[in-house]
């Protein structure tokens, strides 16, 4: 009888790892996550997938323990022996990186050393494949456009450098003690499970609520910065594929379209049937709608990062080429999704209310 693949994910609560632990669970795999231990309940969107402890062959297991944490982390790898494992798990606000940098650090970078480590330290080289994931901060202030897997990195904020550090630290376990690791440089994607404050989901949330009368307006910083924007759901694929090839590599991951903020507003405002108009430019840009009588888009300085990434766009066909990877969702059909996920959460919780 074919055993099923055991797979262990750090950041199994975020956007990401919910939808990586469907894919998996889908193919068959037994998924353990890691979940730091919280006086408020954080699982919300991995509650659909919880098992109880008591139900013989779970095939969705958590444990508690932490990224920062190299005990916890090489104990919880000792005793599952995974197959595969994914690091997920990161302080990944950009701007609030700025703020808690050295957390930052000792999450993002370090932690993908002490998963490393710990495979190295229990002789699981020829057993454990290991998924760094890396984000397109690393390019920052970009060298070339498009950016690909051998364009130089140039990270803007503690954020990126971290993860250049995660991205180096793989490579280098890689290449010294012959480890399955493999980085995913993903630029931005996007999902109705995204956190709160990036601002995808911060743009899709406001002026949903502007929508029905619960908010008047929504403050952005910087309106004009360009970023690449794909669905969690397709670049979770995309994680998975790399684990299954015979060697491993690192793969951009990305659309190879690019918006601006402001552009995002305006696939918003269209999905909302929301007649709007622009005034003044740069920091004084305000947007307006038909129908309301204030403005509801307005610039805040203060949403302005210390160092500006302006530009950011992918090219993944070497992934499009060797992983077969596709993209199912465009830019319309993501916000689609989120703005009527947004809307039904929205109006039920006013039901409650």
Not at 139 to 167: C, D, L, N, W
Not at 218 to 244: C, I, S, T
Request: overall charge positive; some cysteine.
């Amino acid at each position: 009888m074919k055993r099923n693949k055991k797979a262990l994910i750090f950041g199994i609560t975020g956007q990401d790892g919910s939808y990586l632990s469907e894919l998996l669970l889908k193919k068959n795999y037994v998924v353990h996550g890691v979940i730091r231990r919280s006086s408020s309940f954080n699982t919300s969107r991995i509650n659909h997938l919880y098992q109880d402890p008591h139900i013989n062959n779970r095939k969705f297991i958590l444990h508690y323990g932490d990224i920062t944490d190299s005990i916890s982390v090489s104990s919880i790898i000792k005793k599952i022996l995974p197959d595969e494992i994914y690091n997920l798990a990161a302080q990944s606000h950009v701007a609030v990186s700025f703020e808690v940098p050295e957390y930052t650090a000792n999450a993002d970078a370090i932690g993908s050393l002490r998963i490393l480590e710990a495979i190295r330290f229990h002789n699981l080289q020829n057993k454990t494949k290991f998924y760094q994931a890396g984000t397109s901060e690393m390019y920052g202030k970009v060298i070339e456009v498009p950016q690909k897997e051998t364009t130089p990195f140039y990270p803007r904020s503690p954020y990126g450098v971290a993860k250049v550090y995660a991205h180096w630290i793989t490579i280098n376990y890689r290449e010294a003690y012959d480890i399955f690791a493999c980085n995913g440089i993903l630029f931005n994607h996007e999902s109705s499970r995204r956190g709160g404050t990036f601002v995808t989901k911060k743009i899709v949330n406001a002026l949903c609520k502007i929508k029905l009368d619960l908010q008047k307006t929504l403050y952005l910083g910087n309106l004009e910065a360009k970023r690449d924007w794909g669905h969690a759901k397709d670049y979770v694929v995309a994680m998975w594929k790399m684990m299954q090839q015979k060697k491993p590599k690192d793969y951009v991951i990305a659309t190879g379209k690019q918006y601006t903020v402001k552009q995002f507003v305006n696939l918003v405002l269209k999905e909302l049937k929301m007649e709007y108009s622009w005034k003044g430019t740069g920091i004084n840009s305000k947007c307006f709608v038909k129908g309301f009588k204030n403005k509801i888009v307005s610039v805040d300085k203060n949403y302005f990062r210390p160092l500006e990434v302006d530009t950011l766009l992918g090219n993944s066909s070497k992934a499009k080429r060797e992983l077969k990877w596709k993209i199912n969702y465009n830019i319309k059909s993501l916000i689609k999704e989120m703005v009527s996920e947004e809307l039904s959460s929205l109006k039920n919780d006013k039901k409650i209310r």
